[in-house]
T-cell receptor, first 115, second 115 residues
Framework: GDSVTQMEGPVTLSEEAFLTINCTYT??????LFWYVQYPGEGLQLLLK?????DKGSNKGFEATYRKETTSFHLEKGSVQVSDSAVYFC??????????????FGGGTRVLVKP | GAGVSQSPSNKVTEKGKDVELRCDPI?????LYWYRQSLGQGLEFLIY????????KSGLPSDRFSAERTGGSVSTLTIQRTQQEDSAVYLC?????????????FGPGTRLTVT
């Protein structure tokens, strides 16, 4: 079945550092790819998405490019802030399979940004 | 507008007892999903409802788990004869559904602890 693998955390950074979280996927169909974020004490929120190969999703200074050749969707941000401290989840869905837009998640990466 | 709400926010129960978890989706959202977030298994899909169609139960881990959605709105997830491995945060999400991508909006979750 479909699966998502992302780098384990925690990732500890200083403010203004560059952040990369690696994500690779396995899927038999044509998935859409997502990054979700869970801030402390809050629910999951969609951060960005890409629905086809070579699409770039971006939001709040974060970017990720759908790379079909490497089955990857790495998340990057050029200059992190303390407020970016959260758990980040890479996910995919394939709406042409059962369960509509059911999301398959990676294990999550905790990011801690220190001032 | 109101987001997805879940109740209770926390539930502690004894092993062997039954529990009911409630989800109120965003008004007008036709699709509803249940996920489980646990330390051992990460975030995993449980069940999906879309309109009046039969639910997709492919993610339910055992026959002790069941869910219903009344009137195309509120959903209840029931766990019978709870076990310690059922301890997790149970997340509900809702979305519009149709062609194209529709974002899933997540509730704050119910933290279930089985003692």
């Amino acid at each position: 079945g479909d699966s998502v693998t992302q780098m384990e955390g925690p990732v500890t950074l200083s403010e203004e550092a560059f952040l990369t979280i690696n994500c690779t996927y396995t899927a038999t169909g044509y998935p859409s790819l997502f990054w979700y974020v869970q801030y402390p004490g809050e629910g999951l929120q969609l951060l960005l998405k890409a629905t086809k190969a070579d699409d770039k999703g971006s939001n709040k200074g974060f970017e990720a490019t759908y790379r079909k050749e490497t089955t990857s969707f790495h998340l990057e941000k050029g200059s992190v802030q303390v407020s970016d401290s959260a758990v980040y989840f890479c996910a995919l869905s394939d709406k042409f399979k059962a369960a509509g837009n059911k999301l398959t998640f990676g294990g999550g990466t905790r990011v801690l940004v220190k001032p | 507008g109101a987001g997805v709400s879940q109740s209770p926010s926390n539930k502690v129960t004894e092993k062997g007892k039954d529990v009911e978890l409630r989800c109120d989706p965003i008004s007008g959202h036709t699709a509803l999903y249940w996920y489980r977030q646990s330390l051992g298994q990460g975030l995993e899909f449980l069940i999906y409802f879309q309109g009046n169609s039969a639910p997709d139960k492919s993610g339910l881990p055992s026959d002790r788990f069941s869910a219903e959605r009344t009137g195309g709105s509120v959903s209840t997830l029931t766990i019978q004869r709870t076990q310690q491995e059922d301890s997790a945060v149970y997340l509900c999400a809702s979305s519009l559904e149709g062609t194209g991508f529709y974002e899933q909006y997540f509730g704050p979750g119910t933290r279930l602890t089985v003692t």
